[in-house]
């Protein structure tokens, strides 16, 4: 199995930042990569931003140049730098690690007021 914790997220201005973290833990399954999606009320969920075990990095249009992903220094664990939030970025964050299958984390709210 595999367990995915997430922190972080809150209310800000738009034009503020936020950074999200997250740490997984399996004891059976590589993990082939991780990052974010999210899901606005009424809308389907979406890849924000999700980086490979060996780097490569990908990010949704609408967030590139202003939000970097980027894998600490402990195992299975990214960091999503959130700058020059907009109201439109408003959504729950879910961390997601990659093996076999997707497991998510429990989801943290992101609110950018205008």
């Known amino acids: 199995q595999v367990q995915v914790v997430e922190s972080g997220g809150g209310l800000v201005q738009a034009g503020g930042s936020l950074r999200l973290s997250c740490a997984a833990s399996?004891?059976?399954?590589?993990?082939?990569?991780m990052g974010w999606y999210r899901q606005a009320p009424g809308k389907q969920r979406e890849l924000v931003a999700e980086v490979t075990s060996s780097g490569t990095s990908n990010y949704a249009d609408s967030v590139k140049g202003r939000f970097t992903i980027f894998r600490g220094n402990g195992k299975n664990t990214v960091f999503l730098q959130m700058n020059s939030l907009k109201p439109e970025d408003t959504a729950v964050y879910y961390c997601?690690?990659?093996?076999?299958?997707?497991?998510w984390g429990q989801g943290t709210q992101v609110t950018v007021s205008s």
């Open positions: 997601h690690a990659r093996t076999v299958r997707i497991y």
């Open positions: 399996t004891t059976i399954f590589a993990i082939s990569a």
